[in-house]
């Protein structure tokens, strides 16, 4: 499959995506925010950074980006979408997928290894780095996405860093074409860098393309 | 007209840039300061206020978490 990876400015992930789109077999190329023509191009990447300086709120401002309006339309026709940290802010700004994502808990930004649980049982361990990265969605909505299996990662015991409801690190939309999570999986595609578990996230959403 | 929006977390969402400020006060010598809350303010100057509104839905607040106030100047 072919992957786009979007880049808005700000961005600082996307290059670290697309070779993580490369690692696990398929094609990528970046797709700068003001293209509105997303053809050829099977499933989206939105990466993570700081969008147009994360003024107003993280994600604010880029969900109105022309790209953006091409990516709701794929993700509408069931195509692979994933967002990662600033890209899973966006993704939940634009509605495309459930919750928010507010300041951490302890207010610092934090950057480590965590360990975190896929819904098949898998423990991957995948680097985060955040300021605000604390999951919220009110109570009721959070029965609704446990009970329709869109919590898509969850922080392992003593691994939720920032405060996120339920250890909800990820989440995924009714279809499941749509992933978002605050953790990097393209920062861990490399047995350099000491993990290769988020590989997985990328080939868990190549079926949808 | 002019107009100024205020934009606060919504009740009952913890707020730790409140709860910091809030814990910082007693060391500066400011005792009984409580239930504070930081927030965001932005003023405009907005041809059709009808649609004020729709644009702090839209834009300048996140309903799911934020609750918005207008003021107009």
Do not use: D, E, R
């Given at each position: 499959m072919i992957w786009g990876v979007l880049q808005f400015p700000g961005s600082c992930d996307e290059r670290d995506a697309l070779n993580a789109c490369e690692v696990v077999g398929d094609e990528a190329r970046l797709i700068w925010h003001e293209e509105r023509d997303l053809s050829g191009v099977d499933g989206v990447v939105v990466?993570?950074?700081?969008?147009?300086g994360d003024y107003l709120r993280a994600g604010a401002i880029a969900r109105f980006s022309p790209a953006m309006e091409a990516v709701a339309e794929l993700?509408?026709?069931?195509?692979?979408?994933?967002g990662i940290c600033n890209g899973f802010q966006v993704l939940c700004e634009a509605g495309l997928l459930p919750g928010a994502l507010l300041r951490n808990q302890e207010l610092r930004f934090i950057c480590r290894q965590a360990d975190l649980l896929d819904d098949e049982g898998n423990v991957l361990s995948i680097p985060l780095k955040h300021g605000e990265g604390r999951f919220y969605a009110p109570e009721e909505m959070l029965d609704r996405l446990e009970a329709g299996g869109q919590v898509a990662y969850r922080y392992a015991d003593g691994h939720n860093v920032n405060g996120s409801s339920r250890n909800i690190a990820g989440v995924r939309n009714e279809a499941g074409n749509v992933v978002g999570l605050m953790p990097h999986p393209e920062h861990a595609v490399d047995p350099l860098t000491g993990s290769i578990d988020g590989r997985k996230v990328f080939e868990a959403l190549e079926k949808y393309a | 007209m002019k107009a100024r929006v205020l934009i606060r977390p919504k009740e009952g969402i913890l707020d730790p840039q409140g709860k910091a400020v809030e814990r910082a006060l007693p060391a500066l010598g400011f005792e009984g300061i409580g239930n504070v809350h930081v927030g965001r303010m932005v003023e405009l100057e907005a041809e059709d206020p009808e649609r004020l509104d729709e644009l702090c839905e839209k834009?300048?607040?996140?309903p799911l978490i934020e609750d918005y106030e207008i003021q107009h100047l």
């Open positions: 990466p993570g950074g700081f969008s147009y993700a509408a026709a069931g195509g692979p979408v994933l | 834009l300048l607040a996140n």
